[in-house]
DNA sequence: ATTGCAGATGCGAAAATTTGCAACTACGAC
DNA sequence: GTCGTAGTTGCAAATTTTCGCATCTGCAAT
C-alpha cells in the first residue's frame, strides 16, 4: 500500500474523478520528502507518463488542495511550493521573516482558535496548512541588540 | 489629514524610502473601502500620475504588505487583492467555502495562538491579515439537510 | 544647498499562471 | 459489459506576474 492510499480513498468518499494525471500528481507529492514546486511535480509526472501537460499539472493541484490532500506554501520571493497533508501529521508552518527558518505547529495547537470562531461566530473553520510570518528565537534575539 | 497619514508616519519610522510611487498606491488602496486587485490600484494611480509603471504597482503592493500598512486578501478563483490596514481596526478575514460570505475577525481573536506560538516556539508570530476558510452557520445548516 | 549612493522606477522582455475549447474518459446507470 | 454524460485533459493562446538593467531619486551626511 503507498502512502498516498488513504488520500486517494478519501477522493474517492468525495464522489470525485480520479483520474490518473491526479493520481501521478498526488503521488509525485506524498512520494516527496520536502515541498515541492509546479515545475517539479510536473517534472515527476511526465517521468511517469510524458504527455500530462502543465496546466493540468496547475489546475490539479489546485483541486488537490481544495479537497484538503495537499497543502500550500507561498512565501515571498520563493515559488509556490506543495507538500501532502498526511493524515495524523496535519500541521502549520511559521516562517522566520528575517532569516527564512521554518518551523511546522501542529494543527492541535490551533484547536483554541478554532473553538473560537465556532462559539463566536458560528464558521466551522478548516484549518488547514496555514503559513504564518513571524521572528525566530535567534533572531529576535539578534535585533534587541 | 489624510486617513493613510498614519501608515506614512510608520513607514518614514521604519527607514525606508517613501517614494511617491508608494505613497500614491498608499493613497488608492487607502481612499478606497474596499479590496482592489493590483489593475485596479494601477488604475487609480495613473489618474494621479499617468506614468507609474504596472510593475512598480506590483513590486509596490508587495512591499507595503512586508511593511504591514496593507493586508492581502487571495481566495481561490479571484484576482488577488489588497486593502488597508488601518490602526485599530486590524483584522482578518473567514470567507465561506460554499457560499462566499466573508466575515472579518478582530485581531484580539487570535490573541491566545500568538501566546501559545511564543511560549511553545519562541516564534514571536505577526498576525497580520489571515485569511482562513470555513463555512458560515448557513451554509452548516444546509448541508445537514 | 550640495553630494553620494543605496535603493526605486520605467521599460522591455521573460517567466509563470490561467483560460477556451474540442476531444477524451471515469464512472454510475442500465 | 455498454452507454451516456458531466467533468477532465492536452494544446495553444491569452493573461498575469516577475525580472534585468540603465536611469533616476529620496534622504542622510556634509
Redesign the pocket.
Known amino acids: 500500500m503507498s502512502c498516498e492510499s488513504r488520500a486517494i480513498d478519501q477522493l474517492?468518499e468525495s464522489?470525485?474523478?480520479?483520474?490518473?494525471?491526479?493520481a501521478m500528481v498526488l503521488e509525485a507529492i506524498y512520494h516527496s520528502d520536502g515541498h515541492l514546486?509546479?515545475?517539479e511535480v510536473h517534472e515527476r509526472v511526465q517521468q511517469l507518463?510524458p504527455?500530462?501537460?502543465?496546466?493540468?499539472v496547475?489546475?490539479?493541484v489546485?483541486?488537490l488542495k481544495q479537497q484538503g490532500v495537499i497543502g500550500e506554501l507561498r512565501l515571498d520571493?520563493q515559488?509556490?511550493r506543495y507538500e501532502a497533508v498526511r493524515f495524523g501529521q496535519e500541521h502549520h508552518h511559521v516562517v522566520c521573516s528575517s532569516c527564512g527558518a521554518m518551523i511546522d505547529v501542529a494543527s492541535d495547537d490551533l484547536e483554541t482558535l478554532s473553538e473560537l470562531l465556532d462559539t463566536k461566530y458560528g464558521f466551522e473553520v478548516n484549518l488547514v496548512h496555514l503559513t504564518l510570518v513571524g521572528q525566530c528565537p535567534a533572531c529576535r534575539n539578534d535585533q534587541s541588540r
Not at 15 to 22: A, D, E, F, I, N
Not at 51 to 56: E, Q
Open positions: 474517492r464522489g470525485v474523478r480520479l483520474t490518473p494525471q491526479r514546486s509546479v515545475e507518463s504527455y500530462v501537460d502543465l496546466s493540468t496547475y489546475r490539479t489546485m483541486f520571493g515559488p509556490v
